[in-house]
């Protein structure tokens, strides 16, 4: 593979990738019954 190819594919494991960080950080603060009986909010 390219060394373009690489950086394409570096960039979309970010991209794809730090969302589900994020989800895992904000879940550890909150416990189960505030996720199970919060409202949503959309």
Excluded: Q
């Excluded at 994020?22 to 019954?33: H, M, R, T, Y």
């Amino acid at each position: 593979m390219s060394v373009r190819g690489w950086l394409l594919f570096a960039a979309m494991s970010a991209i794809w990738g730090i969302p589900y960080l994020l989800i895992k950080v904000a879940v550890e603060g909150l416990s189960v019954p505030v996720l199970v009986f919060a409202p949503p909010r959309w």
